[in-house]
T-cell receptor
Framework: SQELEQSPQSLIVQEGKNLTINCTSS?????LYWYKQKYGEGLIFLMM?????EEKSHEKITAKLDEKKQQSSLHITASQPSHAGIYLC???????????FGKGNQVVVIP | DTGVSQNPRHKITKRGQNVTFRCDPI?????LYWYRQTLGQGPEFLTY????????KSRLLSDRFSAERPKGSFSTLEIQRTEQGDSAMYLC?????????????FGSGTRLTVV
């Protein structure tokens, strides 16, 4: 089964600073999904990356997919308290409509 | 479009009792998924429906668990004879068509605590 390792496990940044979190797969990535979760709540879809080298941005969040490295990174520019939460990456390794998730990156933004 | 709705939001039950959770997906979504998430872990796949047909069940779904989607709309997840290890957040998600195109929309989850 595909395993997704997310690093760092947790990250504390000061408001206004940039941050990068990573998701590395044990298998070839054919698509990668990023979600955000507030504690005790459901997952909010952020971005989907389908092709190697693809890069997408939404507001201050940019995600990239490096198929060769089997890795995706998510970068937040000028972080704000609203960016705090758990970021989860997910992938569907066999194209069978079942997402497997990593354990998440916990982001804390200090005002 | 009111999103994916899950009820109840929280459930506390005594060990050995049965519990049932409900998920109402986005109305035009034909696929519905159940996941379970424990503290510090990512969501784990439990089962998946396309319309009313249950197409796949994880090995995590023991005989005490049963899920239905009788008319291809809402779904229920029942846990019989609950155990403390069943304490978790149960998440429902729905999608329209292939996931690679549209992704999932998740509900807010039902947090189960078995005491």
């Amino acid at each position: 089964s595909q395993e997704l390792e997310q690093s760092p496990q947790s990250l504390i940044v000061q408001e206004g600073k940039n941050l990068t979190i990573n998701c590395t797969s044990s298998k070839t990535l054919y698509g990668l999904y990023w979600y955000k979760q507030k504690y005790g709540e459901g997952l909010i879809f952020l971005m989907m990356l389908q092709k190697g080298g693809e890069e997408k941005s939404h507001e201050k969040i940019t995600a990239k997919l490096d198929e060769k490295k089997q890795q995706s990174s998510l970068h937040i520019t000028a972080s704000q308290p609203s960016h705090a939460g758990i970021y989860l990456c997910g992938a569907d390794p066999y194209g069978n409509n079942r997402l497997a998730f990593g354990k998440g990156n916990q982001v804390v933004v200090i005002p | 479009d009111t999103g994916v709705s899950q009820n109840p939001r929280h459930k506390i039950t005594k060990r050995g009792q049965n519990v049932t959770f409900r998920c109402d997906p986005i109305s035009e979504h034909n696929r519905l998924y159940w996941y379970r998430q424990t503290l510090g872990q990512g969501p784990e796949f439990l089962t998946y429906f396309q319309n009313e047909a249950q197409l796949e069940k994880s090995r995590l779904l023991s005989d005490r668990f049963s899920a239905e989607r009788p008319k291809g709309s809402f779904s229920t997840l029942e846990i019989q004879r609950t155990e403390q290890g069943d304490s978790a957040m149960y998440l429902c998600a729905s999608s329209l068509g292939g996931m690679l195109t549209y992704g999932y929309t998740f509900g807010s989850g039902t947090r189960l605590t078995v005491v």
